[in-house]
């Protein structure tokens, strides 16, 4: 299957501090990529659809000044958590579709805010 | 309202304990809907799509059946290493989202 990499895997910032998570396609171009948010026990929250060149379509409720999502290439999507506070602190996930098929999926990042 | 529900919650099986878990769905056109496998700490693993009422498939000891309300992923024999949690996704004609259910937490007991 394809390969998405999603980097860091883990991460702890300070309150106030800005955290940028990185999600390639290593094997494949991807012009449409998703960012979900996971707490514990739950399900996947899709928070907004990256399309590569132009601006992502957020769910309702996602703040887009606080999340900032860039698509610059078919093979990576950049999340931004600016000015993050401990309620920010979650499982972010990345997927990317390969053509009409499947989503694959990146290994997530634990973010942690103190 | 596209909805996914997933059950049970959790289900703890013997090694060898065959057993069923359900993915009940409403979605306005479903265009397909998807079977993974999240281990602790990690992104999804893909298991199987699903595109119309009636269709099957089987990976290893796992096999996917669809009707036009639900989704059974049927696990035979089941072994330790096949516990995880087992989420359930649809997706709806004319979009490109995944609308997924809580999931199911399995356990596997030798």
């Known amino acids: 299957g394809a390969v998405v990499s999603q980097h860091p895997s883990w991460v702890i910032c300070k309150s106030g501090t800005s955290v940028k998570i990185e999600c390639r396609s290593l094997?494949?171009?991807?012009?449409?990529m998703f960012w979900y948010r996971q707490f514990p026990k739950q399900s996947l929250m899709l928070m907004a659809t990256?399309?590569?060149?132009?601006?992502?379509?957020?769910e309702q409720g996602v703040e887009k000044d606080k999340f900032l999502i860039n698509h610059a290439s078919l093979t990576l999507s950049t999340l931004t958590v600016t000015s993050a506070h401990p309620e920010d602190s979650s499982f972010y996930i990345c997927?990317?579709?390969?053509?009409?098929?499947?989503?694959?999926f990146g290994s997530g990042t634990q973010l942690s805010v103190l | 309202e596209d909805q996914v529900t997933q059950s049970p919650e959790a289900l703890r099986l013997q090694e060898g304990e065959s057993s069923s878990l359900n993915c009940s769905y409403t979605v306005s056109g479903l265009r397909g809907l998807f079977w993974y496998r999240q281990d602790p700490g990690k992104g999804p693993e893909f298991l199987f799509t699903?595109?119309?009422a009636g269709e099957e498939k089987e990976k290893e000891r796992l096999k996917a059946t669809l009707t036009k309300k639900e989704s059974f992923l049927h696990i035979t024999a089941p072994k330790p290493e096949d516990s995880a949690t087992y989420l359930c996704?649809?997706?709806?004609?004319?979009?490109?989202?995944?609308?997924f259910g809580t999931g199911t937490r399995l356990q596997v007991f030798p």
């Open positions: 996704a649809v997706q709806a004609v004319n979009t490109d989202k995944l609308i």
């Open positions: 990256s399309n590569e060149g132009s601006k992502a379509t957020y």
């Open positions: 997927s990317a579709r390969k053509g009409n098929e499947k989503l694959f």
């Open positions: 699903l595109y119309s």
């Open positions: 094997d494949f171009q991807a012009t449409t």
